[in-house]
C-alpha cells in the first residue's frame, strides 16, 4: 500500500476473527519511529497512518520509505508466542528492506506502508550569507580570462523531481551583468553587459525544477568586488 507521508488516514479495517472471544493485537512495526514507534497506529481492528514524515533518519539509506506492521490473532487460552525477528543483517538500500525473517503463521497478517514523498522541504543554499567573492579588473581579465565568478549550491532534503534545483538570479540594477546555470549553479559575467564595478545581488533556489507549486530557497546575497 501506497500513502504519501504526513498524511492521517486509515489503511486498513480488519474483519473480526471468526474464532469466539478472539481478537486482532499488535505485535511489531519496523522500522520504529523514535521511541514509541506510532507511524502506523493499530486501534481497535483499524490500522491507519500517523503523520509519516519521510525525512526520518529511521528510514536513512533506505531506497524505498517502508513500515511493516505485523497483527496476529490473540485468544484467551493461547500460548506465548515469540515475536517476528529480524537478523538486521539486510541491506537497507534495497527495495522491500522489513521483509525479512517473518514468522510464518496461519495467525499473523502483514501490512507494509510504501511512503511516497511529498515536496515539504525548501531547498538550502550550503556556505556563508552573504557569499563575498573578488573578481580581477579589466586589465587583468584580459591576461587570466576568469571563466566563472563564482558557484553556489543548494540542497533539498525531498527526493526525485522534489528535489530538482533550479537557480535564479533576482532582478536588480545589477543582475543582467551576470548570468548563472539553472542547474549547475556557476556564475558568469555577462559579455554584453557586465562593468568592472562592485556588485551585489540575491540568487534563490527553486526546487521542482522551478515549477508550479515549487518552494524556494532563502536568498543568497552575493557580493562581488
Avoid at 553556489?152 to 533576482?170: F, M, P, Q, S, W
Amino acid at each position: 500500500m501506497e500513502f504519501p507521508e504526513e498524511s492521517e488516514q486509515t489503511i486498513y479495517d480488519i474483519p473480526e476473527p471468526d474464532v469466539l472471544n478472539c481478537n486482532w493485537r499488535k505485535v511489531s512495526e519496523e522500522p520504529l519511529s523514535g521511541t514509541d514507534g506510532l507511524y502506523v497506529v493499530y486501534e481497535n481492528g483499524t490500522i491507519l497512518t500517523s503523520g509519516i514524515d519521510r525525512e526520518d533518519n529511521i528510514f536513512k539509506n533506505m531506497i524505498v520509505a517502508e513500515v511493516l506492521l505485523q497483527v496476529n490473532i490473540s485468544c484467551p487460552n493461547d500460548e506465548t508466542h515469540s515475536e517476528a525477528t529480524y537478523d538486521g543483517t539486510s541491506d537497507r538500500s534495497k527495495p522491500w528492506y522489513p521483509l525479512r525473517n517473518l514468522r510464518n503463521s496461519l495467525r499473523d497478517m502483514y501490512f507494509l506502508t510504501v511512503i511516497t514523498d511529498i515536496n515539504d522541504n525548501n531547498p538550502e543554499f550550503e556556505g556563508t550569507n552573504p557569499l563575498i567573492v573578488g573578481y580581477p579588473d579589466a586589465k587583468v581579465v584580459k591576461q587570466l580570462l576568469p571563466q566563472n565568478v563564482a558557484t553556489v549550491k543548494a540542497t533539498d532534503k525531498d527526493i526525485g523531481i522534489n528535489a530538482l534545483i533550479r537557480y535564479e538570479i533576482e532582478k536588480s540594477d545589477v543582475s543582467s551583468w551576470f548570468v548563472i546555470h539553472p542547474h549547475t549553479g556557476v556564475i558568469y559575467p555577462n559579455e554584453n553587459h557586465f562593468q568592472f564595478k562592485d556588485a551585489e545581488f540575491n540568487v534563490i533556489a527553486k526546487d521542482l525544477d522551478g515549477g508550479q507549486g515549487c518552494l524556494q530557497s532563502e536568498r543568497l546575497v552575493v557580493k562581488v568586488n
